[in-house]
């Protein structure tokens, strides 16, 4: 298939203004004001003295097109390691998530999850394959109190 030529060249603007900012640009009201809460960059693993969950396995239902663990998976197994009335009793404000390997079918997977030591609304979570000890995936969550 052949595509059409345009018969005008168009400018391209270039921002240099890192990630905070560039989505700000496209809304005059939020001058000023960044996007996200902090830039994006490489997380810090939760504490080994830390809360552990007890080991999992992934499951079929964990799995992507590739036979590896689709990434919103991780995010599920790190909710699925709070009680019930933390969930009820706390809205999160932020997540970030760091890759760092795969997991596939069967994997025996292990949370860490640790508070951040100069903010305790924040927990750091580091999710990891048992049978090697890697650390398949890092989750930062901001949490807040929930007013009802």
């Known amino acids: 298939m052949e595509y059409p030529m345009l018969e005008k060249e168009y400018p391209v603007h270039v921002y240099e203004t890192g990630p905070d900012n560039n989505l700000s640009l496209l809304n005059s009201e939020l ?15 939760a ?17 992507d097109i590739n036979l590896h663990t689709n990434m919103s998976r991780y995010l599920k197994w790190v909710t699925d390691s709070y009680d019930l009335d933390f969930i009820l009793n706390n809205v999160p404000l932020s997540a970030e998530i760091n890759y760092l390997a795969e ?12 508070e951040e030591s100069n903010n305790s609304n924040v927990l750091n979570h580091s999710i990891m394959r048992t049978s090697d000890n890697t650390e398949l995936c890092r989750v930062r969550i901001n949490w807040k109190k929930n007013h009802i």
């Open 31 to 45: 001058a000023g004001e960044k996007a996200f809460p902090r830039n994006a960059m490489k997380l810090e693993p």
């Open 47 to 63: 504490v080994e003295n830390g809360r552990n969950t007890s080991p999992f396995h992934v499951t079929i239902s964990d799995l």
């Open 103 to 114: 997991s596939r079918f069967n994997d025996s997977i292990a949370i860490t999850i640790s």
